[in-house]
């Protein structure tokens, strides 16, 4: 799996936020549902169900970024962290009311239709490289990675779904982590994410 310093473009909607309460602290990111509803959807969805709470951090690399959403990543230790993705099924577009697919191990369709660069403080969806193979991994940008954006021409291409709007400090903390492989030697925890959707639109 694939897993700024220009800031992150400021949203002129009322997106829905999230707060990701780790081991080594809280940070808030507003997603961008009114963007890549299809993506932002997804992560919204698996937020809900609890599926990141007790994750790890199992990619973290200075001036770069720090990876999560693997359901191997439970054990820290496990060495399929970075191979998986969520189960199969659907899932609600919270902008356009239709059921989206998870298929194929849990991948949804691409989204390559915001062109939001890969800058600091991004979230953008991790990907093994192959057309629509997302699903619930994404990272977080410590740098200006414009090089990943899926309109830069080059052969990596990362939809951008959201921005941190308080706590970078800690992801920068998390990326700064001493590693073996790239897998924090101290395993870093994703205790919860809690989803503050807009009360008009989830």
Not at 140 to 150: P, Q
Request: aromatic share 8%; net charge neutral; glycine share 10%.
């Amino acid at each position: 799996m694939l897993w700024l310093c220009a800031a992150a473009t400021a949203s002129t909607t009322d997106n829905p936020t999230a707060t990701f309460v780790t081991s080594l602290g809280t940070f808030s990111a507003e997603i961008y549902l009114d963007r890549v509803p299809r993506t932002a959807s997804n992560f919204i969805d698996l937020a809900q169900r609890g599926f990141y709470s007790g994750l790890h951090f199992h990619r973290v690399i200075p001036n770069f970024m720090c990876q999560f959403g693997c359901p191997f990543s439970r054990d820290p230790a496990n060495s399929r962290a970075g191979t998986g993705g969520p189960p199969d099924g659907t899932f609600k577009n919270l902008k356009t009311g239709s059921l989206e697919l998870r298929s194929n191990g849990g991948n949804i369709e691409d989204e390559n239709i915001s062109r939001d660069s890969n800058l600091k403080g991004t979230l953008s969806m991790a990907n093994t490289g192959a057309p629509n193979s997302g699903g619930s991994q994404f990272f977080i940008n410590v740098a200006d990675n414009r090089f990943l954006d899926w309109f830069s021409g080059g052969s990596s291409k990362h939809p951008v779904f959201g921005r941190v709007i308080s706590g970078m400090k800690v992801v920068t903390t998390i990326s700064q982590a001493k590693t073996r492989s790239d897998n924090p030697v101290v395993p870093i925890m994703m205790q919860s994410v809690t989803i503050h959707p807009r009360p008009d639109e989830l």
